[in-house]
Antibody, heavy 120, light 109 residues
Framework: EMQLLESGGGLVQPGGSLRLSCAAS????????MSWVRQAPGKGLEWVSG????????YYADSVKGRFTISRDNSKNTQYLQMNSLRAEDTAVYYC?????????????WGQGTLVTVSS | EIVMTQSPATLSVSPGERVTLSCRAS??????LAWYQQKPGQAPRVLIY???TRATAIPARFSGSGSGTEFTLTISSLQSEDFAIYFC???????????FGGGTKVEIK
């Protein structure tokens, strides 16, 4: 069974940093693109960032470009999201999501999410 | 950025009814569209990809259609477990700039 488990969420002050992790199991991690998708409280879904299966290619939404960095360690079956210069509007549940191919497109498996709260 | 617009925002339906949800893209996305279902406190799950292909283990009462800019998700006979929020998502751009619609909430009438 394919599983994704996020960790690293919490409360952080505006301007602060946080690193999210997503541990994958049940599939050949290096073969599939991965992404982060967030959902602000009571709002819709927003794609944040994605990476190719190899990790050589990374993609970002304009709203986080220059502040967030996605990466993956295929030897550990884990992807990461380094979030810097956090703002109140980054408050959301962050989902780790797997794509069915080597580059980000749609999402066939989701984690349970981790909550990030940016507040003073 | 490709903007995805879903309508209506909320739909009040009785169990057993046929439901049609709409999703419109601001420019043509061919058939590169997925539909997701999300229940309170849960992560989304994919229902449809490629505009009309049901994902694994999705019941046959769910069907998708459309291409270009106009898409539809149909639930042929709404079951109690289908009350949820439904999102569409396009994946047509290169490099990827994936976008979701705002969602349609299907609630009990």
């Amino acid at each position: 069974e394919m599983q994704l488990l996020e960790s690293g969420g919490g409360l952080v002050q505006p301007g602060g940093s946080l690193r999210l992790s997503c541990a994958a199991s049940g599939f050949t991690f290096r073969s599939y693109a991965m992404s982060w998708v967030r959902q602000a409280p009571g709002k819709g879904l927003e794609w944040v960032s994605g990476t190719s299966g190899s990790g050589d290619y990374t993609y970002y939404a304009d709203s986080v470009k220059g502040r967030f960095t996605i990466s993956r360690d295929n030897s550990k079956n884990t992807q990461y999201l380094q979030m810097n210069s956090l703002r109140a509007e980054d408050t959301a549940v962050y989902y780790c999501a797997k794509c069915p191919g080597g580059f980000p497109d749609w999402f066939d498996t989701w984690g349970q999410g981790t909550l990030v709260t940016v507040s003073s | 950025e490709i903007v995805m617009t879903q309508s209506p925002a909320t739909l009040s339906v009785s169990p057993g009814e046929r439901v049609t949800l709409s999703c419109r893209a601001s420019q043509s996305i061919s058939g590169n569209l997925a539909w997701y279902q999300q229940k309170p406190g849960q992560a989304p799950r994919v229902l449809i990809y490629g505009a009309s292909t049901r994902a694994t283990a999705i019941p046959a009462r769910f069907s998708g259609s459309g291409s270009g800019t106009e898409f539809t998700l149909t639930i042929s006979s709404l079951q109690s477990e289908d009350f949820a929020i439904y999102f569409c998502q396009q994946y047509n751009n290169w490099p990827p700039a994936l976008t979701f619609g705002g969602g349609t909430k299907v609630e009990i009438k």
